[in-house]
Each structure stands twice: as structure tokens, then as C-alpha cells.
């Protein structure tokens, strides 16, 4: 079963600890609410849709698998979570980066 998040019109900001630890294939790792709001504002006008296709979840780390629809295509994401009293305390999403890349290669230099 696949779940469409009704992105960007339908988005409401995922309940995120203070001190998250977040971990993504295009930035070096971030620290902090703020340095994610940073991270993560700039990257929303890009989305159409989000589609999530399967979360597992063990005690206090969930996985999910969901796709972005994007200026840049659909890219499919892996994530894993640890979530901390109802808050994301770490994200690491696995995705391949190179649409992205190739699309804005001055955002990106050197990895080309």
C-alpha cells in the first residue's frame, strides 16, 4: 500500500527533538533544530508529492521507504529514524544523489 502524503500542500512539520543529528548524501552531518530548519527549508519548494511505501519500526527506531517527487524526478529514499519521547532525534536517509547533482552542478561543485 502506498500512502501520498498530499506534499507540499497538505505538509506539517515532523515533531523533531532540539538536538536531532540528521545525516543526508548531499551535506556534511547537521546538528541542531535550527541548523535542520536551515537544511531542510530551502529543499522544500522542490517537492511535488511524497509517497510513502513502508515504514518498520523496533522499539525506538522506525525505517522507512517513500519516494520524492521532485523538480529533479522521482527519487526514492530510504530513511532510518530514532525517535525519542515522539521526536525525531536522528535521521539518516540513503538516496542517490545524482539527479540532483547533475541538475545544479554549481550547488554541488566537485561532485559532478
Not at 547537521?30 to 530551502?42: K, N
Not at 523538480?71 to 525517535?83: A, D, M, N, S
Not at 545524482?98 to 554549481?106: E, K, L, N
Amino acid at each position: 500500500m502506498t500512502l501520498d502524503c498530499g506534499f507540499p500542500a497538505g505538509y506539517v512539520a515532523p515533531p523533531v527533538a532540539p538536538d536531532i543529528v540528521y545525516h543526508d548524501p548531499l551535506t556534511p552531518p547537521g546538528h541542531g533544530i535550527d541548523a535542520w530548519r536551515d537544511f531542510v527549508s530551502p529543499i522544500l519548494p522542490a517537492f511535488k508529492g511524497v509517497r510513502v511505501q513502508q515504514h518498520v519500526s523496533e522499539g525506538d527506531r522506525v525505517a522507512t521507504l517513500w519516494e520524492a517527487d521532485t523538480i529533479w524526478g522521482v527519487i526514492e529514499v530510504f530513511e532510518l529514524f530514532h525517535v525519542v519521547d515522539g521526536r525525531i532525534k536522528e535521521a539518516r536517509a540513503f538516496f542517490d544523489p545524482r539527479p540532483i547533482i547533475i541538475a545544479q552542478p554549481d550547488t554541488f561543485p566537485g561532485d559532478e
